[in-house]
């Protein structure tokens, strides 16, 4: 017994030292092929400040697909970090800012608002324990402790941590050689022929939980936070709904009554809103049934964006 | 609470430790709270179902024990049955039958109630255990004097209430009363299989079941060629689940000191349909059917018409109990019983012919190349029987069937050009590594092998297959397909 007891913790530590191995090869590996996510973003960011960074869920993403966001430096002369990520909302978005202000700065903040990310804790709680967010998010001990925070304090799924902290979704990541994008990214010069059916499957999706008061205030809440911890770093915040397809917007439900949770948080905290989301109602502007395709960003940033960063303060 | 979840990985060292620590005569007592834990654990209403099971046929064997008359044995025999079998008919099927005799308009425009409810996870599973306890006491082959707390885990044991094996009572309880010890020896045992079971299902199984379940999703849609290789990588798909399952319980249970029987032997390597489901092919399925069923009938005591129906409705009723699997209830379960049951009438017309050509060319008979032959004949004949178990309704098997035989000819060619795709060429690459395992296996069994090697090699083995599960498993908690049962 005590033989077989020597055998099996000698196996164990030469699996831990393998274990270990992989782990590291996994992350080297993650730095390689890293793109979309917003912590791979940050970890590789070339300066320490910004004029603005871009916070919100995948509507905001398309500001950096391809050479978007250069393009868009080019012609502001802004340095722009856009840290959107797919399926988002103000709680991970709030980790995402307090991470990013750990080691860098940033003058401006836009955020992008989107009603369905403040209906469901699919769009913030169990975003933290998403396989593909984690797989892509490089192992930092600060973000491991800034995580612990979240599941002390936010009820995030401790699995989520453990995930993060034994690379586990990296390790047994399918796609572990492919460059980390986002399956929109691919679709960027797409244009899309609008279809009902896949809109109400797309909105059914969005809003999977029927929405409740007590819940969207909740994350109107948190998203009161994010704006306090802005500002307490100096940041100035300003919100903004963007462009979606007329088909698509007035299936949105209950997007009036959010519209004026939303309005009244702002105005407490004097973040100025913009909405923008029935600039573009062309079909032609999208590659999905409401994401904007390079026609659409385009479109948005020479008419809607660009005179927004490049306001009196936007520098 | 699956056995590739995380609540599992943390949930099975903490019975192991309270198990280790509780006096052997009260282990089985651990073993039911964990299993009630266990079956509980996400759906806790579920325990209502598994509670009423247990105690119909605890209270019906405790009846049975007791009655002398011969009337009041039958009928409380008659009555317990009825209940437990009765109510998997009920949730498996009332729906449905409901549903077709309105389709077919029957009763005019009278609307039948419907029930609403399916079977919970594993429903079927632990019903069959209950109903052999019930039979066997009936017959006299087990006492009704077990204690309801030992009854209850048997019905409930959490390595094997989702998907067996069904165990016997008979078998089962002994091994409980004389006392629950794990050695060193069975517990190495037990993690290997339950690592090769692993491997399995989140490897194999898992791989391949995307590919399956994309061509047969809309199979008008699908080429030819891609029906074909989802056909193929459907037999190794369940295969896979459903003996990765087994064998994760049998590892488990392994852990506990507790032997599970057999369930799978290598069922690929069959030499013909009835060496399949007789003897390699969910074993304790066929042995309950076997034994309760088929022997019940006459079996093959009543001469040769007799014994061809009973051997169909067993399918048949084989057929009607896969029924309502995650790709619905449909008539296509019955068809792949009464196919399987084909196959055995063929058999049972040709067994002679075969016997007396093996006496007439006895070299020929025992060649290697004749059993290659066999195996590759057997394997196909099952293949075709699995399109209609995967497919979602008969319409779709002739599809699939049709599409494919129109090109059967032109195959060979389009095998050349098919782009296949990489995770195509893995689902080969895993099959092909899972058949030369397979013969190994059948020749000398691999983990008795590997306990021969040096230290090294059996070491090496392990940790490649660890690092395999972590690297190359999917983790995402995909059901087991006979958990749907």
């Known amino acids: 017994m005590k033989q077989f007891g020597k055998s099996a913790l000698l196996f164990v530590a030469i699996g831990l030292l393998l274990y270990a191995g992989v782990f590291v090869a996994t992350e080297r590996l993650l730095l390689r092929n890293g793109h979309s996510n917003p912590f791979f973003k940050i970890a590789t960011a070339e300066a320490r400040d910004y004029d603005w960074v871009i916070l919100g869920a995948s509507h905001a993403m398309p500001f950096d697909f391809a050479d978007f966001n250069a393009l868009m430096q080019r012609e502001t002369g802004l340095r722009i970090l856009n840290l959107a990520a797919q399926g988002t909302g103000p709680l991970y978005n709030r980790f995402v800012i307090e991470h990013f202000l750990r080691a860098h700065r940033t003058r401006n903040l836009l955020y992008v608002v989107d009603s369905f990310a403040f209906t469901s804790r699919a769009w913030n709680e169990d975003r933290f324990a998403d396989a593909k967010l984690i797989r892509g998010t490089p192992f930092a001990p600060t973000l491991a402790r800034l995580m612990g925070n979240y599941v002390r304090r936010d009820g995030v799924d401790p699995r989520a941590l453990l995930d993060y902290l034994s690379g586990f979704s990296k390790i047994n990541n399918r796609d572990r050689f492919r460059r980390d994008a986002w399956e929109g990214e691919a679709q960027f010069d797409r244009v899309y022929r609008s279809s009902a059916t896949a809109v109400a499957q797309r909105i059914a999706y969005l809003y999977p939980d029927a929405t409740m008061p007590d819940v969207r205030a909740r994350y109107l809440k948190q998203f009161a936070d994010l704006i306090a911890i802005a500002h307490e770093n100096g940041i100035r915040v300003i919100a903004v709904k963007l462009p979606v397809p007329a088909l698509f917007r007035k299936q949105l439900p209950n997007e009036a009554e959010f519209d004026a949770a939303a309005a009244g948080i702002l105005m407490d905290h004097a973040v100025p809103l913009q909405d923008f989301s029935a600039a573009l109602d062309n079909p032609n502007f999208y590659f999905d049934t409401d994401h904007l395709n390079r026609a659409g960003v385009t479109e948005s940033f020479q008419r809607l964006l660009k005179p927004l960063l490049m306001t009196p303060g936007g520098r | ?485």
């Open chain 2, 1 to 485: 609470m699956l056995f590739t979840s995380l609540d599992f990985f943390v949930f099975l060292p903490l019975v192991l430790a309270v198990f280790a620590l509780t006096p052997v005569a009260q282990r089985w007592a651990v073993l039911l709270l964990a299993s009630y834990v266990f079956y509980g654990f996400s759906h806790p209403f579920n325990l209502i179902y598994l509670g009423a099971v247990t105690l119909v046929v605890f209270a019906c064997g405790w009846g049975l024990e007791r009655a002398r008359q011969r009337p009041l044995r039958v009928a409380v025999f008659v009555m317990g049955l009825v209940a437990v079998l009765g109510s998997l008919i009920a949730f498996k099927f009332y729906d449905f039958i409901a549903g077709e005799i309105e389709h077919a308009n029957l009763l005019a425009d009278f609307k039948l109630p419907r029930l609403g409810v399916t079977a919970p996870a594993g429903y079927s599973f632990y019903v069959f255990s209950a109903a052999s306890y019930l039979i066997d006491i009936y017959v006299g082959r087990l006492s009704g004097r077990q204690s309801l707390g030992q009854v209850a885990l048997f019905t409930a044991y959490f390595p094997k209430i989702f998907a067996g094996p069904i165990e016997r009572a008979t078998n089962f309880l002994p091994r409980l009363l004389s006392g629950l010890r794990a050695d060193p020896l069975r517990f190495a045992l037990g993690l290997q299989l339950i690592g090769w079971g692993l491997f399995k299902k989140v490897v194999i199984a898992d791989n391949l079941a995307p590919l399956v379940d994309h061509s047969f999703k809309i199979v008008a849609f699908a080429p030819p060629i891609e029906l074909l290789i989802s056909t193929y990588f459907f037999a190794f798909q369940i295969y896979c689940d459903f003996s990765g399952y087994t064998d994760i319980a049998l590892g488990i249970s392994s852990l506990f000191g507790l032997d599970l029987m057999e369930n799978f032997r290598r069922p690929y390597l069959s030499r013909s349909t009835a060496e399949f489901w007789g003897e390699r092919w969910h074993i304790s399925l066929g042995r309950w059917f076997r034994d309760y069923l088929y022997i019940s009938l006459g079996g093959s005591r009543a001469g040769a018409l007799r014994r061809a129906i009973n051997v169909m409705v067993v399918f048949l009723v084989s057929g009607l109990w896969h029924a309502g699997l995650g790709y619905g209830v449909g008539w296509t379960f019955l068809v792949w019983g009464a196919l399987n049951g084909a196959y055995q009438w063929a058999g049972l017309a040709t067994r002679g012919l075969w016997r007396r050509i093996g006496e007439a060319l006895p070299r020929v008979a025992a060649s290697a190349w004749l059993r290659v032959l066999r195996i590759v004949i057997t394997f196909h004949l099952i293949l075709l029987s699995w399109v209609f178990f995967r497919a979602g309704s008969m319409h779709d098997a002739l599809l699939v069937l049709q599409k494919i035989g129109a090109r059967l000819t032109d195959l060979p060619h389009l095998l050349t050009i098919y782009p296949f795709s990489t995770e195509q060429l893995t689902g080969f690459g895993l099959i092909a590594f899972l058949v030369v395992y397979e013969i190994v296996d059948e020749r000398r069994p691999v983990f008795q092998r590997l306990a021969d090697a040096p230290v090294a090699l059996r070491w090496g083995a392990y940790y490649l297959g660890i690092f395999a599960l972590l690297l190359f498993g999917r983790w995402q908690a995909k059901e087991f397909i006979y958990m749907q049962f």
